[in-house]
């Protein structure tokens, strides 16, 4: 390791409503490879788009080769050696290689773009990188893999000094993985400084010569990898103080029946053998980091993503479900994460909305009732407390919370005794975040069977009977409330793989 | 200002609709002020011959704009109708009541054509519409023979359609229009299929995610569509008679114009069959007033090219300002 080429000291940022990051520091040395790590949420890349110029700090400073800086975007940060490669990579799929890692600074001949001189030179830089690409291939011809390296390599013909890789073996292959390894190595070996995010353990304890922990948007503690373990690790990332009491105990009937059992489902690479059971009243929490898949199982029992195999029993039969039409049929209603996205019709009133599932229900002969129709969404107005001014209002005047209301409003409309709840309290504040939870604990007492998908420990904790966790696309483990704990679940939502 | 448009009976009419009626108003006034003999009862009967065929065309249009598509396939469909069922009258002596019938199954074969590739084949609207526009250009010019089709007049014993316009100087077709925009209004708004087809065009995966069969909805819409523009080729016929193949793009923007212009957004999801009335009685006056003052036609194209654009445009700055 050789001298600190970037120190980011005491940075402080705030949305509305979060403090994202609180007074956190960081430094990068030349020839180091430096994780950070946290939780979903725990400020990390935020803090990376603070140091690039995307988000501007609140305080603080950042120094980087010796100076004070302060970028205003991230064409500043690479213009000075520093370079993002993100999780999705940002290229331009119809043009070549080259055309790529040249694009906004095209070697010219009179008016005419000269792509001879612009392959020759992408072909040196793969050289200088040991990486076997034909510059004048087309990009999307390219696996994601090759697609990442050249993402690499013009990082460098930027000059980068600083390399940020932003979960960068998320799409990879094995294979993939240990040739970007290599290349790191050598990166190393030429005293670039580089930050490496990700959540896979083994790949830390491999790659990485320090670890910088992060939680909740402030600083944990920065460990020398080849001296700590993974528990070491997982119990910074976690340790925090839960102040809402978790549940003691399964609030389950004993020998309650299985409302809902998956068996082996597949869709896509996030879905792979998935199989559990939900049971009458039960609240299931299902744990996980992002992209663990989680999302992706909900939507394929939901048919909203085509299922490539499983099979899916509702109530003990088995049921085909092709289309969120025939989900809703069986009785699972499902809450998205994105709920202007893919919850309600912001154009449309709480009573349009409230009954947008269950029409068939509230009409006379060829006609809407409006009158039956306004009757019932009062009722779930108010026993589920929607703060509204009337019925006939457009949903997109209410708040996140309220709005959540109206979703559930519109499956309990529909008589659905499954409910999936993606994210529920997802950009809800704190009073509205307890009054969902208060709801969920109802609808479970009324003999509603819950999936609850959250990235919040403390939610998990606080709201489940039994808890499923999942990584990559699989299921990586299954607790009860009494025996979960943070580190139990963290320790199954980062299992190594392989 | 607000407080206008807070009065309960400004808001159950709409502000939007209200100033509208004044634009209309105010354009007859001017043009009877302006123009040599523009204003009696001849120049307002020759207006609403071109508001009824060009009125259905735009009730149609509604529809499928409301789902967020866009139909460019109207005005040749309707020219597609009325030479086919006229040439089926004239050359095939068939009846005049089928013919009428075989116009309207013009259109909606039409309709269900364009919305079966856009809602299950998922081709954008534009493309299916300006393909379908050139396949009912072409097909009508087959069936037709490149000739163009004479429906009878009044004074024959087959000239009875025609009373669907007018009996006398009495504007049946007016009665005929409104009573189709009612019901067209009631649709849009008392039943299912209304309902679903104003939400998908406002947010289509969420409705899709209630566990409602979009495409189905999303198809009906065009059907609806296609089913007006086969009346409104009626209408063509009981105003004008003579149809030539080859033509009719001229009516897509002003039905469109006479649409948007009446508040239905261009990004689906709002629609106004009021509104959409009102517009094609402007765009209708604007047409006879333009030919009163003895410009050419080319100039009623200029002003409605620019009604759409305003009229969208409108709307774009509305939505910017609600987010």
């Given at each position: 390791m050789g001298e600190v080429i970037l120190t980011m000291k005491e940075i402080d940022k705030s949305f509305p409503g979060v403090h994202a990051l609180d007074h956190v520091s960081f430094e990068v040395r030349k020839g180091e490879v430096h994780a950070l790590m946290g939780e979903n949420g725990a400020g990390k890349s935020t803090l990376m788009k603070v140091l690039t110029g995307i988000y501007k700090k609140d305080s603080g400073t950042i120094s980087y080769e010796g100076k004070e800086v302060e970028f205003h975007n991230t064409r500043e940060a690479q213009d000075a050696g520093i370079v993002i490669v993100h999780q999705e990579l940002n290229m331009l799929r119809h043009l070549t290689v080259a055309q790529n890692i040249f694009i906004g600074r095209e070697f010219k001949k009179g008016f005419a773009i000269d792509d001879k001189k612009m392959n020759e030179e992408a072909k040196k830089l793969f050289d200088k990188l040991h990486i076997d690409i034909d510059p004048t291939e087309t990009m999307s011809n390219l696996t994601v893999g090759k697609q990442q390296m050249c993402e690499i390599a013009k990082a460098i013909s930027h000059k980068a000094k600083v390399i940020i890789f932003d979960e960068?073996?998320?799409?990879?292959?094995e294979t993939e993985i240990e040739e970007l390894f290599k290349i790191i190595k050598d990166l190393r070996k030429q005293e670039l400084g580089i930050v490496y995010i990700s959540h896979r353990m083994d790949e830390i304890k491999v790659i990485t010569d320090r670890v910088t922990v992060m939680r909740d948007g402030t600083y944990v503690g920065t460990l020398i990898t080849e001296k700590c373990t993974k528990d070491d690790i997982i119990n910074m990332m976690?340790?925090?103080?839960?102040?809402e009491d978790p549940k003691q105990h399964s609030m389950v009937a004993p020998g309650a029946p299985v409302v809902l059992k998956v068996e082996h489902l597949n869709a896509g690479k996030m879905v792979q053998d998935v199989s559990f059971e939900l049971h009458r009243g039960e609240i299931l929490g299902f744990s996980g980091l992002m992209g663990a898949g989680r999302t992706e199982t909900a939507r394929a029992i939901f048919g909203a993503d085509p299922i490539e195999s499983g099979d899916i029993y509702v109530n003990g039969k088995k049921v085909i479900i092709n289309s969120p039409e025939d989900a809703v049929k069986c009785g699972i209603g499902y809450l998205s994460e994105d709920r202007k996205r893919y919850g309600i019709v912001v154009q449309k009133t709480v009573a349009e909305n409230s009954t947008m599932a269950a029409l068939e229900k509230y009409m006379k002969g060829l006609f809407i009732n409006k009158k039956e129709e306004k009757k019932v969404t009062e009722e779930y107005v108010k026993s589920l407390a929607t703060k509204t001014p009337s019925v006939e209002q457009l949903v997109v005047n209410l708040s996140g919370g309220n709005q959540q209301k109206v979703v559930i409003a519109k499956w309990l409309v529909r008589d659905c005794e499954i409910l999936i709840f993606d994210e529920p309290t997802r950009g809800i504040d704190v009073g509205a975040k307890n009054e969902i939870y208060k709801l969920m604990n109802k609808l479970a007492e009324e003999g509603k069977s819950i999936i609850m998908i959250s990235s919040e420990m403390t939610e998990i904790l606080r709201m489940s009977d039994r808890i499923v966790v999942m990584c990559e696309g699989k299921k990586t483990g299954e607790v009860s409330i009494e025996e979960a704990s943070q580190e139990a679940i963290m320790n199954m939502a980062t299992r190594e793989i392989g | 200002m607000e407080k206008i448009k807070q009065n309960p009976i400004v808001k159950k009419l709409g502000f939007n609709r209200i100033i509208l009626c004044c634009v209309l108003l105010l354009m007859y006034l001017l043009f009877s002020l302006v123009g040599k003999n523009f204003a009696g009862l001849p120049r307002i009967l020759s207006a609403l011959n071109y508001a009824y065929f060009l009125g259905f065309l735009s009730l149609g249009v509604t529809f499928v704009i409301a789902t967020g598509g866009i139909d460019f396939s109207i005005g040749p469909v309707m020219f597609c109708s009325a030479l086919i069922s006229g040439y089926c009258l004239n050359s095939y002596g068939v009846p005049v009541a089928l013919s009428l019938g075989i116009s309207i199954l013009v259109g909606a074969l039409f309709g269900t054509f364009n919305g079966y590739l856009v809602a299950y084949w998922s081709v954008p609207p534009f493309i299916v519409s300006m393909a379908s526009m050139n396949i009912a250009k072409g097909v009508a010019s087959v069936f037709t023979k490149t000739q163009s089709v004479s429906w009878p007049q009044s004074t024959s014993e087959q000239g009875w359609f025609r009373n669907l316009v007018k009996i006398g100087n009495f504007p049946v077709g007016f009665v005929i229009f409104l009573a189709f925009a009612i019901v067209c209004s009631v649709i849009l708004n008392k039943t299912k299929a209304g309902r679903y087809i104003l939400s998908l065009g406002s947010n289509k995966e969420a409705v899709r995610l209630s566990g409602i069969n979009i495409k189905k909805w999303e198809m009906l819409a065009y059907i609806i569509c296609g089913i007006l523009v086969g009346i409104a080729a009626i209408f063509f016929v009981a105003a004008y008679t003579t149809v030539q193949p080859g033509?009719?793009?001229?009516y897509n923007n002003e039905a469109i114009a006479g649409c948007v212009m009446g508040g239905t957004s261009m990004a689906g999801g709002l629609a106004s069959i009021g509104g959409t009335v009102i517009g094609v009685f402007i765009i209708a006056l604007l047409q006879e007033g333009i030919l009163a003052l003895h410009f050419t036609k080319d100039y009623q194209l200029i002003i409605t090219g620019i009604i759409v654009i305003v009229a969208v445009y409108a709307d774009v700055v509305a939505r910017r300002r609600k987010n």
């Open positions: 960068p073996s998320a799409a990879l292959t976690v340790g925090r103080v839960i102040y | 033509y009719g793009d001229q």
